[in-house]
């Protein structure tokens, strides 16, 4: 039976943008791919500008990947709420972006220059 999870490098160079700001830039990505859905990169936080996030209280159970945290964003025209997540202690299958921060696709866009 097929891995519900595959997670590999993301080829070239990915950015996620978001109220006028790039949040984050890395050609150390990671993507995620997770059944029949899109696949997510997700950034090494060391490429983020963390100085733009605050954690929310708000987490979620995935039973593949265990639990997450959220983080909203500090943009100029205000806060975008619960628009990042990261699986800090993912279970064994997910290991390989623990840490790593997602962005929600209709709050920022993450794309590859």
């Not at 590999?8 to 978001?18: D, E, L, M």
């Not at 997510?40 to 990947?65: Q, T």
């Not at 909203?72 to 279970?91: L, M, N, Q, R, T």
Request: aromatic residues 12%; hydrophobic residues 45%.
């Amino acid at each position: 039976m097929a891995q519900h999870i595959k997670i590999r490098p993301a080829v070239g160079t990915w950015v996620a943008r978001a109220g006028g700001a790039i949040l984050a830039e890395s050609k150390n990505a990671m993507e995620l791919i997770e059944g029949k859905m899109p696949p997510v990169i997700y950034f090494p936080r060391a490429d983020v500008g963390m100085e733009f996030l605050e954690k929310s209280e708000n987490k979620s159970y995935c039973p593949h990947k265990g639990n997450a945290v959220y983080f909203g964003i500090h943009a100029k025209s205000g806060v975008i709420a619960d628009a990042v997540w990261s699986y800090e202690d993912p279970f064994e299958i997910a290991r390989d972006i623990a840490g790593y921060l997602a962005f929600y696709p209709d709050k920022v866009v993450v794309e590859r220059v």
